[in-house]
């Protein structure tokens, strides 16, 4: 990781991540959490343990998380998520919308996503909002320290919030590691009788049955496994362009890359 100029204003600087970087960070996380919580029976990582008992182990500091919090009334109607940068303390917040929506369904993709999408900005981003004798604050002192997330955000939709795209390639490694990722993939396909992808990403009803096992075994959407199948190069070029810019990477992808 390196620090250079922020070309959108938001920050005086930006942090900049090595291809592969942020994978292996994200990594050795899931690694550490495991070690500390136990052994997973799935390959879904228990989110909440993860932010509430992982992350002050390595990060030095408290770390809280809300999951019924009232965001969208607070910071804006389409805010999914938001972390809050504290000298002693971090806090997680998660719109209740998403808590309930989760609760009421059994379908935990979003907030799964938007917790472990908080948690990347914990562990990526403190040092943004750190002040000490010895270093300035990145961020601008009069600004409130916090990262307030949008849906589009989460979501993989950008316009140049840098900060939010390695929050999310964060998320999927954390929560889709790419070895069992695509260990569980290929297993799968494969019961199906199929060995190319592009056969499999022809027949509707297969490649949906697939992604779907995907979804609920690592407890994240079909759109996440999907956009994870493009990252991971096992979806055919006919599909890429078209999955890609239904996720607002196309025009955004290679500004953000760092």
């Not at 307030?148 to 900060?163: H, K, N, P, S, V």
């Not at 599909?239 to 607002?248: A, D, N, R, V």
Request: charged share 25%; aromatic share 10%.
């Amino acid at each position: 990781m390196k620090i250079i100029k922020d070309k959108t204003g938001t920050y005086p600087r930006r942090l900049w991540f090595e291809d592969g970087e942020i994978e292996g960070i994200a990594e050795g996380h899931r690694q550490g959490c495991v070690q500390l919580v136990g052994k997973l029976e799935t390959p879904a990582l228990p989110v909440d343990k993860f932010i509430e008992i992982y992350l002050p182990q390595i990060l030095g500091t408290k770390v809280s998380l809300d999951p019924y919090a009232d965001l969208q009334r607070k910071e804006g109607e389409k805010v999914l998520g938001a972390t809050y940068f504290f000298d002693d303390h971090l806090e997680v917040k998660i719109d209740r919308s998403v808590t309930e929506e989760a609760e009421k369904t059994d379908q935990w993709g979003r907030y799964n996503a938007t917790g472990t999408h908080e948690a990347g900005h914990c562990t990526l981003h403190t040092t943004l909002f750190k002040r000490d004798s010895n270093q300035q604050v990145l961020f601008r002192p009069a600004e409130t320290k916090k990262i307030a997330c949008l849906q589009r955000t989460i979501e993989g939709f950008y316009t140049g919030e840098w900060w939010e795209y390695q929050a999310n390639q964060f998320m999927a490694n954390l929560l889709m590691p790419k070895q069992p990722f695509l260990a569980h993939f290929e297993m799968e396909r494969n019961t199906y009788g199929i060995r190319d992808n592009r056969e499999l990403v022809k027949n509707d009803h297969r490649f949906n049955a697939v992604v779907g096992y995907l979804a609920r075994i690592f407890q994240v959407s079909k759109q996440a496994v999907k956009i994870r199948l493009w990252e991971l190069g096992q979806i055919p070029n006919l599909q890429q362009k078209e999955l890609f810019q239904s996720s607002g990477f196309a025009s955004t992808r290679d500004g953000l890359m760092g």
